[in-house]
């Protein structure tokens, strides 16, 4: 037998470890540590200005902590770069959406950036299951910002290579029918082993395993908002 049974546990999928976030002066959080195992959501609440966007911006490698590190299968994320950028889908405040391409142009885009083949059948059908049928060739400056939330969502159903999905206020924006089968999907992927880290302020049941994370502002009362905060109502990246 192994001497030392913590080397038969497997690894967390992301391990967080004593992560800071500054912006300026202003201290969001400070020594925070979790990690997130295969098959498993983290919902991430808090309030306003507690750093729910900075911590999934760093999560993601877009914004560098100001101390603690990030990893993934237990490699630092910025030294695995591309490899770890294959096995992650971010839909984030901006929808990342260009105005001057169709919602099926968009979502062939976005799916070629990430390195991902899509069939347009496959495209077609991940527009209907958010809600966008019929709207297939409207260019996306004709969309309104709830359409082009949904145009971002829709990479979701052809991000079944990416184990990590991180996911800021998914449900927004999206009708009764599309918040049951973007839940549905979330659920199918922790089934596959993936990750979903994510942020809601809607009560929407998902089937799996599903913990919660809760940041609170790190300086109060002299504590001041993050500003990437306060544009909830901008959409996502």
Not at 40 to 55: E, I
Not at 76 to 81: E, H, M, P
Not at 101 to 113: D, R, Y
Request: hydrophobic residues 45%; proline residues 5%.
């Amino acid at each position: 037998p192994d001497p030392d049974p913590l080397r038969l546990l497997p690894l967390p999928m992301l391990d967080v470890i004593d992560l800071e976030c500054q912006r300026g002066e202003r201290l969001l959080f400070t020594g925070l540590n979790f990690a997130v195992g295969a098959g498993t959501c983290l919902h991430v609440a808090g309030p306003n200005g507690a750093g729910k966007t900075s911590l999934q911006r760093i999560l993601c490698g877009l914004l560098q902590p100001s101390a603690g590190e990030v990893r993934y299968r237990g490699e630092n994320i910025r030294a695995l770069r591309e490899e770890f950028w294959q096995a992650l889908a971010y839909v984030g405040h901006l929808n990342g959406v260009k105005d001057d391409l169709t919602a099926e142009e968009n979502v062939f885009f976005a799916a070629g950036l990430a390195g991902r083949a899509a069939r347009r059948d496959e495209v077609r059908r991940a527009l209907d299951q958010v809600g966008l049928r019929g709207f297939e060739a409207q260019l996306a400056r004709h969309l309104s910002q709830g359409q082009k939330r949904r145009v971002a969502l829709a990479r979701l159903f052809l991000a079944a290579q990416a184990t990590v999905w991180v996911l800021d206020e998914p449900f927004t924006a999206l009708d009764v029918r599309g918040v049951a089968a973007l839940s549905a999907l979330i659920a199918e992927h922790l089934r596959r082993d993936g990750v979903v880290i994510l942020t809601t302020h809607q009560d929407v049941p998902i089937d799996g395993r599903v913990e919660k994370l809760m940041l609170v502002p790190a300086a109060a009362p002299g504590f001041v908002p993050d500003t990437d905060e306060d544009s909830d109502a901008q959409g996502a990246a």
